[in-house]
């Protein structure tokens, strides 16, 4: 009978702390805004705001373990935004999106798009 | 990026914060969780979903799941007229790369994100011989890969499809709610990687998680209620053609 | 997706339950049938059966001590399945048959077994030689004891345990039958009926094992067969067989008149995927066509010839046709989806470790260590005067 057995149940009491130590890989967005506090500042008033860093810049605990030898890869906004913005008449009604072939005409979508703040102002695209 | 010694001053203590919270390299379990003060489930708002199949790629980053099998999937709906009864379904690779555009018909179209639902009468851990899952004292079902068979009983019994034998380990294998990372204090990859919040983890057990509002609030199912298994993924809105 | 038609949710689409899992309730079906005909005689005294009682003991054994193997064989971690005896789950039937195998196998059968051959053992652990004295030896276990008195000890102990026996292999394969038929996610498994239909079904395989072996080994050994005595088995074959079929019918009509949820597509499953399997071999010739055969039997006239040819027609019938039930209820299960909107596809390897070349072995393994055990504890009557057939072949 293995050691820790029947502890909270008919289990073994051992298996949650083993499966709770797994390393992290994201590190969640709080971490992230503890160093970027510019990038929370810039999004915050934007459509982007409650998008979480990591959902498009992936998983970066590792960065955020040791932000000078592990540098976060450049995104590739013509994959990346199309993800979520590219029409689809599954997609709810409300949520914005776009023929991407018609609207930007192959241009990445950062030619005119920030990504932290994607509104385009009445002043013209950034 | 130009960092004054005044953005350091600032930023320094709420990295430190963070940091524990991170403990990337340190693996272990926050000191400060206890199992008897939480009971987790998951709220999915269907209306917010964009089949954008973030989630499904978080959570293979995160725990190593392998390709071809799933921890959570996303799966498209197409229900024509008045046929409930009948919906055209599909989830391409789970949805991990999200869908291509289908032809426009009329009728009703929607995403439906799937995971483990960590039934509270869990019918999988009723038929495991020897314990190997189970359901933990804070609601989460996990599998105990030293102790796992590999019998596939579990997979025979859970009505939903969520879980697989993992191919390297010989062990079953399912969503864990990200446990290793809710008993530090994040939410799980999938709810993270949501751009639209349409997936967010809740804590049952605390008077102040807006689940408990949003349940009173909103019209809430879960999946095959009939099946009797107190599953704790509760979905807003779910078309009753879901399967 | 290859293989796969309409939606299956995506961890389905691979199955679970090899042909492994198909073979494992037929070896247990076959030990709870041949036992229970072996009770026949013992409890019931149904003299007629006489000739087969100590056979079908050895069959069922035979079968027994196999019936574990394919279970190992598709386990992913065979080497923890200790872990079943050390923390059962209570509320596991798979946890709770480790323990029912167990003490079927070693309460019941080889007790029952040990008694039946107990005088013999010892009488051949003093006239044999060698490493053969070596083993009868073993296996007296200590006692010479053959005297009247101590015979009747055996016999009305014997006796005992056949009747405990009784339940006991009806425990053994309804337990099976629940394995399946307590699983609510599955609407092909989930009936009441199931254990009932697994133990009718058993019997009538074991029932046709043991007759088809008599038959096979009186024919090898190129003695007589005794006809009163299969006679009486292909009787019970017919009444048990007639009980299955209705068991079987009762629950096809039941589930076709509610037609619930899942029932479009499971009958669409069983018209398109498992079209052969279930309607051609299972039911028509394997259920329909046996039952004709000794129906036949019971209402005409034939000579003994023809019986013995409709028996061995019959029982080989059977047997196809209860291994294809095992096969239509696991692999059939697994074929559609949960969602009930897809199907996908058995690829059954062949030279795999759950593969077709294993499922062969593990069939024919039994009747290889049935041998030996017909050498060691020989079933019939040392000596044996063969009777002239009055009816030459």
């Known amino acids: ?126 | 990026m130009n960092i004054t010694r005044r953005h350091m001053l600032l930023l320094l203590p709420a990295a430190a914060v963070a940091w524990e919270h991170v403990l990337a390299g340190n693996p272990e379990s926050s000191p400060n969780y206890k199992v008897t003060e939480h009971w987790w489930g998951m709220l999915i708002d269907i209306p917010k979903c964009i089949g954008c199949g973030n989630c499904v790629r978080a959570c293979q980053q995160e725990n190593d799941v392998p390709d071809g099998y799933f921890r959570t999937w996303v799966e498209r709906y197409h229900v024509s007229g008045d046929n409930i009864e009948t919906p055209e379904v599909d989830s391409p690779d789970g949805g991990k790369n999200g869908f291509s555009p289908a032809k426009e018909e009329s009728g009703k179209n929607f995403f439906v994100p799937k995971l483990c639902n960590h039934c509270a009468e869990s019918p999988c851990t009723q038929v495991c011989p020897v314990g190997a899952t189970f359901v933990s004292p804070d609601g989460v079902v996990l599998v105990d890969k030293e102790y796992c068979l590999g019998c596939r009983y579990c997979v025979q019994a859970c009505p939903y499809g969520c879980r697989f034998i993992n191919p390297k380990t010989n062990t079953a294998e399912k969503c864990t709610l990200c446990y290793h990372r809710i008993t530090k204090g994040l939410t799980t990859a999938c709810c993270e990687a949501c751009p639209t919040g349409a997936r967010q983890l809740a804590d049952l057990r605390n008077p102040k998680d807006p689940i408990h509002e949003f349940l009173r609030t909103h019209s809430v199912q879960v999946l095959k209620p009939y099946m009797a298994t107190h599953a704790k993924v509760y979905y807003n809105d779910l078309d009753g053609s879901v399967r | 997706m290859p293989g796969v038609e309409g939606f299956m949710y995506p961890n389905e689409v691979e199955l679970q339950w090899s042909v492994l899992i198909v073979l494992y309730p037929f070896l247990t079906g076959l030990v709870a049938g041949a036992f229970i005909l072996a009770s026949l005689e013992r409890v019931f005294r149904v003299e007629a059966v006489k000739p087969t009682y100590r056979l079908a003991l050895l069959t069922a054994l035979a079968f027994l001590l196999v019936a574990p193997l394919p279970l190992q064989l598709h386990l992913g971690h065979p080497e923890r399945s200790y872990e079943m005896y050390l923390t059962p789950h209570r509320s596991s039937a798979m946890a709770m048959f480790g323990f029912v195998y167990l003490w079927y196998l070693m309460a019941v059968l080889v007790l029952e077994i040990w008694l039946d051959y107990r005088r013999d053992i010892v009488v051949m652990s003093q006239s044999t030689t060698g490493w053969k004295r070596w083993v009868y030896g073993a296996m007296t276990l200590g006692s010479n004891n053959i005297s009247e008195h101590a015979l009747a000890v055996d016999e009305r102990a014997g006796w005992l345990i056949t009747v405990i026996g009784i339940p006991s292999a009806f425990l053994l394969h309804g337990y099976v039958g629940f394995i399946f038929g307590s699983v609510k996610a599955n609407p092909w498994w989930s009936t009441p009926l199931m254990p009932v239909v697994f133990l009718f079904s058993a019997m009538v395989s074991g029932i046709a094992v043991v007759m088809l072996l008599y038959m096979l080994l009186m024919w090898a050994r190129k003695q007589t067969i005794d006809m009163r005595c299969v006679d009486t088995i292909a009787r019970y074959l017919f009444y048990t067989f007639i009980i299955d079929f209705s068991l079987e019918m009762l629950d096809l009509v039941h589930r076709i008149y509610e037609a619930g949820e899942s029932f479009r597509s499971l009958d669409f499953m069983v018209h398109t995927r498992l079209y052969v399997s279930h309607i051609v071999v299972q039911i028509i010739l394997g259920t329909v066509t046996p039952i004709a055969l000794l129906a036949l039997t019971q209402v005409l006239r034939f000579n003994e010839i023809a019986r013995k040819r409709i028996y061995v027609l019959a029982g080989c019938l059977t047997l196809i046709g209860i291994f294809a039930m095992r096969w239509n209820v696991v692999i059939g299960g697994q074929l559609f989806s949960k969602s009930f909107l897809g199907y996908t596809t058995y690829k059954m390897g062949l030279v795999a470790r759950e593969g077709l070349l294993t499922a062969v072995v593990l069939t024919l393994l039994p009747f290889g260590i049935l041998w030996i055990l017909v050498k060691l504890l020989p079933p019939w009557p040392a000596r044996v005067e063969s009777v002239p057939d009055s009816n030459p072949a």
């Open chain 1, 1 to 126: 009978m293995p050691k820790s057995f029947g502890q909270f149940g008919h289990y073994r009491g051992a298996a949650l702390s083993e499966i709770a130590a797994r390393p992290v890989k994201f590190a969640g967005h709080q971490t992230c805004e503890g160093c970027h506090a510019d990038v929370l500042e810039e999004k915050k008033d934007g459509r982007h705001a409650r998008v979480n860093c990591e959902a498009c810049h992936g998983p970066l605990a590792n960065h955020a373990d040791d932000p000078a030898s592990v540098t976060p890869p450049r995104l590739d906004t013509a994959v990346l935004c199309a993800r979520c913005h590219e029409a689809n008449g599954a997609k709810p009604r409300t949520f914005p999106q776009v023929a991407s072939a018609d609207h930007s005409t192959g241009l990445p979508c950062d030619t005119c798009h920030q990504p932290h703040s994607p509104a385009i102002t009445a002043g013209g695209a950034k």
